[in-house]
């Protein structure tokens, strides 16, 4: 078995204030979460990333944070918190929290006091300029939504860096005073329990801004001196970042000989995901992978479909993004920041049920660890008449029950989807669970497979040739065995030849995993055929335990 834990596992994300409220108060807390990690367990999850629990204004669902040392009320309390890292180890369960330190919220203390004087302890924790930079305007995260990335603050008679919204002060990573704040935020958290962080705006964190408009200066090495501080207090932790850059910085932030950060979400593999299904086309995604730099060993992708924020299509081509736009999201409404989707995929999908195990099948077998969003695993919808992402935030449908099951409120804190094919009456938990067929006992079946297959997260990736466009086929070797993983992204059956195969094979028994039956594949892999949409693992060979 391999040696990082991150490599190997299944990783669900959730946010606590839509996921279980416990109180009745209307809003998801720890103790629901709580009551809900045996149904996490079962499905196969090894690994929980909450999105922020602090306390905070609420005004970016939790990333403006106004106290790194604390639980929002709302969602409980620090003792609610080990509670729940004890529940979840006694679940053989991870916990990762979300690091927002790139910003804080304008309520936090210290912005209070660095705006109040230029003579606070806490003015240079922040970002200042005493006249308009030049390029106020650029750069912005939210375009239609954010007006620029310096506002006046009248109170402090300055300009203030924001890279998010304008209530989002950056705070000044080249202070030593802040880096070293952060380093006790992450004690603080690993001493509680938890086994890493997904790094929030990971890129912005480490740019040094320059008010006069000259060229940002990165400060890689803070992310060596972070590494430093997580590891001296939890050897295993580990941190995931979130930074959609370009190919030629990735390595970067993983650091020489993985001396950086351990894991980092996939942006780029994302996006070819959901141009090749759109083109029902397998190329996206063979130069994808094929064009992915070698990660030091230690180090791995986070694969994901869907996230809490939209389908960020920035890095694709404009015919590539227009394709994805007219398959997945042709309404404008659908569309948002002028480069993405903000919709759930099974709505994306048609709720074709075959084109959604298709998708998730593939983002198994690409390299790297899955990152699942809640409610995924029952097909959930999304709600167009919430504002921004909101749309995809809607509470857990737990139940064919008042308020879907996820609150005893009369309302719950986002509206739960009452309305249409994805309405908590037709897609929810509690059905699903009773039901061998539903998408949540695939998704249970799947992981289970997943888990037993180490290949897939530790073996390495090679792109068979199919000569087929719409065939994708991907090999894993590791010192486990070999698997084949082969998807077909047409709607067209095809059969393709995948002889010769290098090492070991033959006497293949049934798949690992398939959409239907199929006949056993010839032993010289000449032939191994699939429906439209379909999917196989098949194991190759398996070496015996040590
Ligand atoms: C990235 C997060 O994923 C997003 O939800 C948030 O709005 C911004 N960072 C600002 O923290």
Redesign the pocket.
């Known amino acids: 078995m391999p040696e990082r834990w991150y490599q190997q596992a299944i990783v669900y994300c959730l946010d606590v204030e839509t996921y279980q409220d416990s109180n009745g108060d209307g809003v998801g807390d720890l103790r629901g979460l709580i009551s809900r990690l045996d149904y996490l367990a079962a499905l196969g999850v090894t690994t929980l990333w909450l999105n922020p629990i602090h306390p905070t204004p609420g005004r ?2 939790g ?1 403006d944070v106004s106290d790194y040392y604390g639980v929002d009320p709302r969602l409980g309390s620090l003792g609610d918190f080990v509670e729940l890292v004890h529940e979840c180890e006694n679940r053989g369960i991870r916990l990762m929290i979300d690091l ?1 330190v ?2 804080t919220s304008d309520e936090h203390p210290w912005f209070v006091s660095a705006r109040s004087s230029p003579d606070s302890p806490y003015r240079d924790w922040y970002v200042w300029s005493p006249t308009e930079p030049p390029n106020a305007e650029e750069g912005v ?1 939210f375009p239609g939504y954010q007006r620029g990335t310096w506002s006046y603050d009248e109170q402090a008679e300055a300009w203030y860096h924001h890279r ?1 919204y304008e209530f ?1 002060p950056d705070l000044n990573w080249s202070n030593p005073e802040v880096r070293a704040e952060m380093g006790r935020v992450v004690a603080f958290w690993l001493q509680l329990g938890v086994s890493g962080f997904r790094m ?2 990971a890129p912005f964190v480490i740019e040094e801004v320059h008010p006069d408009g000259g060229e940002r200066t990165m400060h890689y090495e803070w992310l060596n001196d972070l590494r430093d501080h997580v590891g001296w207090r939890r050897g295993d932790a580990a941190v995931l970042a ?1 930074a959609n850059v370009p190919r030629e910085q990735l390595l970067d932030f993983f650091g020489e000989r993985g001396s950086r950060l351990q894991m980092m979400f996939n942006f780029a593999e994302n996006q070819r995901i959901f141009l090749a299904l759109a083109r029902g086309s397998a190329t996206p995604l063979v130069t994808a992978v094929e064009s992915s730099p070698a990660l030091p060993a230690s180090c791995t992708w986070a694969t994901f479909l869907r ?3 939209e389908i960020d299509l920035s890095g694709l081509r404009e015919s590539e993004r227009a394709d994805v736009f007219a398959a997945f999201g042709p309404d404008p409404d659908m569309q948002l920041y002028d480069r993405g989707i903000r919709r759930r995929l099974a709505p994306m999908l048609g709720n074709d049920r075959r084109r959604i195990e298709l998708a998730y099948v593939l983002q198994f077998s690409l390299p790297g660890t899955p990152v699942i969003r809640y409610g995924e695993e029952i097909g959930m919808g999304d709600d167009l008449s919430l504002e921004q ?1 909101d749309s995809i935030r809607t509470p857990m449908q737990w139940a064919d029950a008042p308020q879907a099951g996820f609150t005893t409120a009369a309302e719950a804190v986002r509206p739960v989807i009452a309305k249409g094919d994805q309405a908590y009456p037709v897609v929810n938990v509690r059905d699903q669970q009773r039901d061998p067929g539903s998408l949540l006992s695939w998704f249970e079946r799947t992981l289970r497979v997943l888990r037993e297959t180490p290949e897939f997260g530790t073996g390495g990736c090679t792109v068979l040739d199919t000569k087929s466009d719409q065939v994708l086929a991907l090999r894993y070797d590791s010192p486990t065995g070999s698997v084949l993983a082969v998807l077909n992204l047409g709607t067209e059956p095809s059969t393709v030849d995948l002889s010769p195969q290098p090492g070991p094979r033959g006497g293949f028994g049934a798949d690992l995993l398939a959409d239907r039956d199929y006949p056993a594949v010839p032993a010289d892999l000449s032939a191994v055929e699939l429906d439209g949409s379909g999917y196989r693992w098949i194991q190759l060979h398996r070496n015996p335990a040590p």
């Open positions: 970016d669902d990333y927002v790139n910003h995260v998010f989002q929030d705006g979130e996230n809490h924020d992402r």
